[in-house]
Nanobody, 117 residues
Framework: QVQLVESGGGLVQAGGSLRLSCAAS????????MAWYRQARGKQRELVAV???????RYADSVKGRFTMSRDKAKNTVYLQMNSLKPEDTAVYLC???????????WGQGTQVTVSS
């Protein structure tokens, strides 16, 4: 089992910044993938950013150049630095963990990000 705890959400004005954190605990492995998804009210969940065990990253086109995902392996924590936030970034942001060993997937509870215009 892997537990994911997100933090760092909140209310920010358009153009502002937030940094989200997701701490993983439990049966984590060195071969894994972690990601941030988001789900706005009434919309489908969408992938925001993903990072693999080699720290390679991919981003949704809508956040490229504004968001940066990173990881601290020693702390089993990933981060999402969000700059130049827009009202359309408003959503619940969820942390996702995939084990490359067991193929199990886990989700965090989510953290609300609200960007006011």
């Amino acid at each position: 089992q892997v537990q994911l705890v997100e933090s760092g959400g909140g209310l920010v004005q358009a153009g502002g910044s937030l940094r989200l954190s997701c701490a993983a605990s439990g049966s984590t492995f060195s071969i894994d993938t972690m990601a941030w998804y988001r789900q706005a009210r009434g919309k489908q969940r969408e992938l925001v950013a993903v990072i693999n065990s080699g720290s390679s990253t991919r981003y949704a086109d809508s956040v490229k150049g504004r968001f940066t995902m990173s990881r601290d392996k020693a702390k089993n924590t990933v981060y999402l630095q969000m700059n130049s936030l827009k009202p359309e970034d408003t959503a619940v942001y969820l942390c996702y963990y995939h084990s490359g060993i067991t193929n199990a997937n886990y989700w965090g509870q989510g953290t609300q990000v609200t960007v006011s215009s």
